[in-house]
DNA sequence: GTGCAGTGATTGCTACAGCAAAGATTGCAC
DNA sequence: GTGCAATCTTTGCTGTAGCAATCACTGCAC
């Protein structure tokens, strides 16, 4: 019999492993992951997290500060039952508030309330700051951000075109999403 | 009553919602979180989630095909109680076996088996043509592969320096969450 | 040897998110 | 008007991950 343990292992099966693609990914979830636990630990100061600062920025940005919760779903990358749920804390917080829609009865807005604007007003220039510490400045440092930035939305374009195209509704959807 | 909904917007505030720093945040986030999409229905095919994926290749990569559950946690972005479940759940389908170390009775290694390194060789080829496909592929269209990578190693390293470091080491005096 | 601080792995508890099903409503075909 | 497919939201169920506590072991001081 052969020797288990140690034989399989041929070259093109380690050669797999010293695979560039590899090294770019692993690089790329290490850092977004990073990315994220700092900003969930900041967001945890002004008390959300942050996918219900994900709902809040969206809201805080559409024209009438209200969307529905299927949009809100399409623009976070949370299924509808999600947002359903990220609504439901917010509303008991009395940072969003539900509205029903005068035309179509199936249809709920999630609203953003004053008190919802003014923790985002607290807690942007904050997650700004850490994102140009974190992300933006060190990239910078290494090449051109515009190019970066065209080249993750190249990325973007690619593998997620639905959220690159406006929301649907009834608003005005002006410039290309971002 | 005061009138909620336009009031309050100040153009100081708006201005705050359309800095570039939220844009590049925003078009990571999207896009990182699609690729993993893509990644965990691509693995699901071969009956594993991305997490398990991970510590698989962790393990696979290593010399010995072992790692210490400690090591395992450090590596992968999941917490040590995290790691207990992955392994618990890679063992009960013999994609790894947990095994005793010999000179520190605490320690537990995670060893991948056989059945594992085959199930790593049949995903690894899909993973890296899909990686290839939806990340480097577009990176490259629009600018330099090398400058991308470079890149979000620098930001890798500003956020998450100590997984640039061999796994191995005493812990800087650390205060966690700043 | 005994005591004690530090390290490694696991477990109880809890929170959160997805899937699939259900409930409610709309618009259309006839 | 009735029936039916499609749309919007919510809910039940389940799986998963983190935190903090716990258990086991090590190494050191004495």
Redesign the interface.
Known sequence: MTD?ATQ??EAS?DA??A???????G?????????LA?AG?QLAEHGISVVEF?VL?RL??SP??LLRMTDLSAQT?VTTSGVTRVVDRLQERGLVCRQACATDRRTTYA?I??SG?ELM?AA??GH?EL?????????G???D?E??????????????PD?AAGSTGPLPASRSA?
């Open positions: 288990q399989p292992r099966f797999l492993f695979d560039g693609r590899l090294t770019v990914m690089l790329l979830a290490e850092s977004f992951h990073a990315l700092k630990a994900e920025i805080a940005r009438l500060g990358s609203v309330t004053e604007r007003a942007l220039p700004l994102v140009e510490t974190y992300l933006t400045g060190p990239v440092e290494a090449g951000l190019t970066f930035t065209a080249m993750i939305r190249r990325v973007r374009d690619g593998v997620a959220a971002d």
